[in-house]
């Protein structure tokens, strides 16, 4: 029985291999082809796991293979039986011992980098900030350095840090951009902040994580990452062209639906904010650093 | 008749679903070819006196199999559905809404109304058996509990047809669960439901609790318990300390709900994040109580069928212990991505890789029990060898997961979901399947038959890495879990149809295993010897299945393996002591109030999911009454006579 | 009711409080103390509760003006009273 | 049944019941110095509520001790050690929880 699992094993490996790589190209595998800093971070951690953990899973499941093989039942099987045999000192200080170093040491990859997530990536350029706001069921992106709104897409520079400030005027979601970087919680009378940055230019799909209900399957966003000097010249079209935002246009964001992309010259005055402290949010004081220049 | 129920008939009754017409007309049909068979053959009174109102450990035991059993099937009829729905982009079998429903069902019903149950099942049959115990400490208590969750998960399952089904995810997080999102009576369902059923699993948690710490035959230290009962008792700890948070947060989401609170509300200085908490503090240590128990089946089972003592017999119960506290400090994992800070998310995350290490231990120890032993592969074994590699990949993927700025590309990902689908199929499932083929000829007194036995594992182990490997690949793409559609161009559709052909695999196997179970009531190898698989503890001792009182004769315990130890002082021929004479045994009364108690409960509920509060008040009412008469209630036990005894042991052919 | 060991308890027990000297009653005072110590989880997580929604009152009172401290300090010390009034009947 | 009037006859002859009528001493001196202390205003708020605190453990020790007879038990007190865990997993929920909505992380400089 233990041969033939394997074969079997093997087998369906095969042939999974076989349509996985006949069905999808390797950089659809968005986690593993970052094109920022903190995705690259993200990545490295993965593998560094990876490998970690496969010091003792692949001898564990080879050992039993083994093992199973060598001491079944069988009428001739002279391997040795020892059927009293069940305690080691030393046997078990190793099993003790070497799952213990594995997670020391993934232990302090995992501390620095958690704490390293929460600062900038890189301190040379000046962080963009974006206002980003999760609705029912689309996406609300604000730029208080620019003045301009969009829904469902955002564009930002290239190489530059940008700091997305994250709330939610409808069930929690959760903001997940996987080329750049991992996600975090929108939610309601919260403000959090999450920093992001692509080195590559390119069109980075982004998307909720987290369940909000009906349409949550559609709420999808794209993430453009353009240079400097076409960001400022975007911006500066969304501001001549687009329609603004208006109270009442806001009212309907809000309201359940699906939307199309949209872009917004301007928006109300201290929205976001608004949004945040709707309902006495913002729970405790202290976070209300985070507003920074724009102080309500 | 109550205002309410003018405005509720038209919403009463779920309608406009072919799938739900078809449950509609399967449920009238089974229930009445139910009352046809049993009026037919007048097995009323038996049905009441023989079942509803036992307190017998064993029978509670079986019940709970079989509750744990047809929810399976309907948890993963619901599995299949999701898996046909995403078997290929843009497909239009399942909208949105019954799409959200039915994942809804489908996580609450496996967790809470399969998993569960099927652990309360393995205790109920093996720990008494094992300790040498006639019954469970309180017995009552236990059919309470029993009828709890049976009428808990009743609840549950009626909003399928009445109602409507909750559609907020099993993890049911406010606002989305809060009334002005989620109107209906869909949310109450879950909310009661899960109430009136974790009531009953406190009482067994302490329950269990008692009987082993109390309730041990003479002799049988602590140290010389059976692993099974180690991983019982390290269960029933965490169920102690980790229900009563659910009850909290379940009442506060309800209080909302039905009494205009804002504990959770978006609005008005409500605070959904710390649902979350409260529900991650329980659901955490939930993981734990369901897989421990499997831990103890895969010790017993790996010992049995090793013909070996379990290798490292302390570390065994060090690690179950330290699994069972360490994982009551693990619970943000959950949500790092809610952005607690560095601070948290480093303590939570280094707390996580921790409990890793006990749970490798064991793996190594099992692996050790079996060399240099002799390895018999029946199907309890293999399911426990198919639990090894499963449970060492659904590990390695947990550690992964457990690196909190990692965690940021994984969670809500598919990722996530074929993780722990791995350790809470690949541990519990196998586990309880492991354990019900080994216990079943204690329980009925034959055997299940192992080549379909064999046949339905194939299926369903094959099916669960061809369903589940793809989805860690389809989560590094970027595909979340709970989308109901995904469009083409991705790269998800081929990893999805393959997952499907696996969840289909499965569904094979689990068809075989009940196709194992009705061929083998008829045709299984009977089990005269009452130790079929030359077992090593006390419960092989009896006869299959065992006489209500268990014990004739309390055995006297000198050693760990206490059976086996007999069995060779037997062999070696050394002179076995003299038999106590007989005494007179006192046992526990049957009761049909647990049962009275318990329909009164589902009608209260019933009545809190629809604002019906006449129905609840009556429900109510008649609680207290039963709980009264509980208290006033001195005819509970009686003796059983040593002619009866005598009688009893010789038909067994036991002197 | 429990199924009783034998006579486990004749001697050893003659020190230990009268509440302790059957099998029913150790069982079903050890299985008290478990069940106060879920009931500890429990409103340990209502405390907790309580700390973090403290001060979301959306504008609602305060403890300041929901609390009657006379009120509360006649009833706990009516139930502190209540731990003793059995005690002339036991003299 | 024999052995029930006799352990009672035991315990009439033991005297009067100190142990409770020393608990109850100190349970009500617990509570009203926890009174005094809130409305003389007698300290700042954290020192108060720490001091609360105290007060308040030493209260359900009073009650566990002395009217509850917690460490009466045949057999091992199992159930100390399960109290004993118990605290410790309260400190974790409450300070936890605290900790954990404070989120004292993503959203400072």
Redesign the interface.
Known sequence: MPNRSGRWLRWIGWLGGCLVVTGCSPEQIVVFHPAGPVAATEERLIWTSIALVSVVVVPVIALMFYIVARYRDRPNNNAPYRPKWSESKTLEIIWWGIPIVIIGILATFTVRDTFALTRPPEKVSSPLTVQVTSLDWKWLFQYPDHGVATVNYCEIPVGRPVQFILTSNAPMNSFWVPQLGGQEYTMPGMAMRLWLQADKPGVYTGRGANFSGRGYAHMTFRVVAVSDDEFNRWAAKVKQTAPPLTEDGYRKLVAQGISPELSFSSYPKGLFEDTIMMEGGMYMKHDMSILGHEKT | MPVGVQNYTTHFFVTGDPLIYGVDVSIILVSLAIVYVLTRYRKWGWLWREWLTTVDHKRIGIMYLIAALLMLFRGGVDGLLMRTQLAWPNMHFLEAEHYNQIFTTHGTIMILFMAMPFIFAMFNIAVPLQIGARDVAFPYLNAISFWLFFFGALLFNHSFVIGGSPDAGWTSYPPLADLPFNPGPGENYYLLGLQISGIGSIATGINFFVTILKMRAPGMTLMRMPLFCWSVLAACIIIIFAFPVLTVALALLLIDRIAGAHFFTMFDGGNPMMFVNMFWIWGHPEVYIVVLPAFGIFSEVVATFSRKRIFGYSSMVASMLAIAVISYFTWVHHFFTMGAGPGVNSFFAVATMIIAIPTGVKVFNWLMTMFQGRIRITTPMLWTLGFIPNFAIGGATGVMLSVAPADYQYHNSYFLIAHFHQVLIGGTVYGMLAGMYYWWPKMFGFKLDERLGKWAFWFFNIGFYVCFLPQYLVGFMGMTRRVYIYPPGLGWEIPNLISTIGAYLMGVGFILIVADVVYSIRYGERDLTGDPWDGRTLEWSLSSPPPHYNFARIPRVDSRDAWWEMKQRRQRGEPMEEPEPLRPIHMPKNSGVPFILCVAFFVAGFGFVFNWYVFSVIGLLTVAICLFHRSFDYDTDYYIPVEELEHHEAALGRT | MEAVHGDLHTAAVRDVPLEHTTEDGQLRIFGFWIFIVSDLILFSTLFATFAVLRTHVAGGPGPAQLFDVGAFTAETLILLIFTVVYLPGVM | MA??SE??A???ASG??WM??I??VL??VL?LAA?WLV?GHAMRPAPLFFTIMVLAVLQIAV?LFF?M??T?????A??VW??A???V??V???A??????????????
Do not use: C, K, N
Not at chain 4, 72 to 76: D, I, N, T, V
Not at chain 4, 96 to 109: E, L, Q, R
């Open positions: 052995h029930t352990g009672a035991r315990h009439a009067p019941p409770h009528i608990g109850f349970s009500i509570t009174l409305l009650q009217f007879h917690i009466e038990s045949y057999g091992p199992w159930h399960m109290l865990l118990g605290v997993l309260v974790a929920i409450v936890g929880s605290i900790w954990i909505m404070t989120f004292g992380g993503d959203v400072a400089y």
